[in-house]
């Protein structure tokens, strides 16, 4: 990446999901080579951002609105300075880069944008789990409940429930009683719940259970905010069949079946 294509350009960057070793080598070289670097306070481990230049300028976007992030990058631009636009997980899921990117558009203001690994990836880590499972599980519902941010009808929790895939909650935590009663109109009582706190973090926690008693448990451990609800008999990583991939018997074009 020669970042002298980037000066006067934003560089939207995925930081990973807490620990400062999971961001991505481009991600890296990329607040170290940034003038000017935003990144999302409320959320982004701060740790990430040892690496910037000592004369970098540090903006908290937990402390802006949009008008005033844009501010900013204009400033940077006008200055032919590199922006890194930091986010937490990868960008992409929640991270409302596209807002920003429609104005920097109308600016005509360059960006790109490096992907992360996101909390949802960090979270199967720290449960030590596979999220797909032959035969119980091949897809992953990806979503949040409705709060202030409204979700198009079709996509409410107990519609997206019936399918009882492998679902990963996000924002989700503070509401759990309400994300709970959703799901059990389609999951039964007994599914297995996972809750990660700060997935990835030095300070991570987990609380296991069902849907009968996991609201008990978080509130109990006091989780109010970020954390991943997982949902989804793949917890149980004794159910299923074995995959094709490994199986002697199964040929493929690099292996002969036995």
Same mark, same amino acid.
């Given at each position: 990446?020669?970042?002298?294509?980037?000066?006067?350009?934003?560089?939207?960057?995925?930081?990973?999901?807490?620990?400062?070793?999971?961001?991505?080598?481009?991600?890296?070289?990329?607040?170290?080579?940034?003038?000017?670097?935003?990144?999302?306070?409320?959320?982004?481990?701060?740790?990430?951002?040892?690496?910037?230049?000592?004369?970098?300028?540090?903006?908290?976007?937990?402390? #802006?609105?949009?008008?005033?992030? *844009?501010?900013? $990058?204009?400033?940077?631009?006008? +200055?032919?300075?590199?922006?890194?636009? /930091? =986010?937490?997980?990868?960008?992409?899921?929640?991270?409302?880069?596209?807002?920003?990117?429609?104005?920097?558009?109308?600016?005509?203001?360059?960006?790109?944008?490096?992907?992360?690994?996101?909390?949802?990836?960090?979270?199967?880590?720290?449960?030590?789990?596979?999220?797909?499972?032959?035969?119980?599980?091949?897809?992953?519902?990806?979503?949040?409940?409705?709060?202030?941010?409204?979700?198009?009808?079709?996509?409410?929790?107990?519609?997206?429930?019936?399918?009882?895939?492998? #679902?990963?909650?996000?924002?989700? *935590?503070?509401? $759990?009683?309400?994300?709970?009663? +959703?799901?059990?109109?389609?999951?039964? /009582? =007994?599914?297995?719940?996972?809750?990660?706190?700060?997935?990835?973090?030095?300070?991570?926690?987990?609380?296991?259970?069902?849907?009968?008693?996991?609201?008990?448990?978080?509130?109990?451990?006091?989780?109010?905010?970020?954390?991943?609800?997982?949902?989804?008999?793949?917890?149980?990583?004794?159910?299923?069949?074995?995959?094709?991939?490994?199986?002697?018997?199964?040929?493929?074009?690099?292996?002969?079946?036995?």
């Amino acid at each position: 990446m020669n970042f002298e294509d980037y000066k006067g350009k934003v560089i939207f960057i995925g930081a990973g999901p807490g620990d400062p070793d999971l961001i991505t080598v481009k991600g890296a070289e990329a607040i170290k080579n940034s003038d000017v670097i935003i990144y999302a306070g409320s959320l982004v481990n701060p740790a990430v951002l040892n690496i910037a230049k000592d004369d970098a300028k540090i903006y908290d976007s937990a402390e #802006m609105d949009l008008d005033e992030i *844009i501010d900013v $990058i204009k400033k940077a631009h006008s +200055e032919n300075k590199i922006t890194a636009r /930091v =986010h937490t997980g990868d960008p992409s899921i929640y991270g409302a880069i596209a807002e920003q990117i429609n104005q920097l558009k109308a600016l005509d203001i360059g960006y790109t944008i490096i992907p992360g690994v996101s909390s949802l990836f960090g979270t199967a880590a720290a449960l030590e789990s596979q999220l797909t499972l032959p035969e119980v599980s091949q897809t992953i519902i990806i979503t949040r409940p409705e709060g202030r941010t409204p979700k198009p009808s079709e996509e409410a929790l107990c519609k997206l429930a019936k399918h009882n895939a492998t #679902m990963c909650i996000f924002l989700g *935590i503070h509401m $759990i009683e309400e994300v709970v009663e +959703e799901l059990l109109k389609e999951y039964d /009582v =007994h599914t297995p719940v996972a809750v990660v706190k700060k997935a990835t973090w030095p300070d991570q926690e987990i609380v296991r259970g069902d849907l009968s008693n996991i609201a008990k448990k978080v509130h109990d451990a006091g989780f109010t905010k970020t954390a991943m609800i997982v949902v989804g008999d793949v917890l149980d990583q004794q159910s299923g069949e074995q995959s094709k991939l490994y199986d002697p018997k199964f040929a493929h074009m690099y292996r002969d079946a036995k």
